[in-house]
């Protein structure tokens, strides 16, 4: 089966988060360039979460290193919060950019 195809405003979203810096990265004082990781929450190994919860993290915090959400997601939640906190948090960021743009 075909994986849907993102739509406008999917590829606005994704193409915003990977030119964040990673989010764990960026707590530590460091910027990072950052891919995207898709929160899986409730969905099965073949469903795409939504690209709606997405955040921005670097290869290393999201599937290579001992403290990424992929191999150390207990460890990882301990030190930056959880996947939803940090939806959240980034979230926030977005639309304040938003806004300060709408000012500009």
């Known amino acids: 089966m075909a994986k849907k195809r ?17 989010y764990a990265c960026f707590q530590e ?8 990781h898709h929160i899986r929450s ?19 915090h ?5 403290l990424s959400v992929h191999l150390g997601k207990v460890e990882f939640e301990k030190r930056y919060g959880t996947q939803k906190e940090i939806l959240e948090k980034v979230n926030r960021e977005i639309e304040r950019c938003r806004e ?5």
Request: hydrophobic residues 25%; glycine residues 10%; aromatic residues 2%.
């Open 100 to 104: 300060n743009q709408d000012i500009l």
């Open 62 to 66: 999201h599937r290579t290193g001992k």
């Open 6 to 22: 993102p739509n406008k405003i999917e590829r606005e979203r994704l193409k915003t988060i990977g030119k964040m810096p990673c």
């Open 42 to 60: 409730q969905t099965g190994l073949g469903l795409r979460p939504s690209h709606f919860a997405t955040i921005p993290l670097c290869p290393e």
């Open 29 to 36: 004082g460091r910027e990072t360039n950052a891919e995207v």
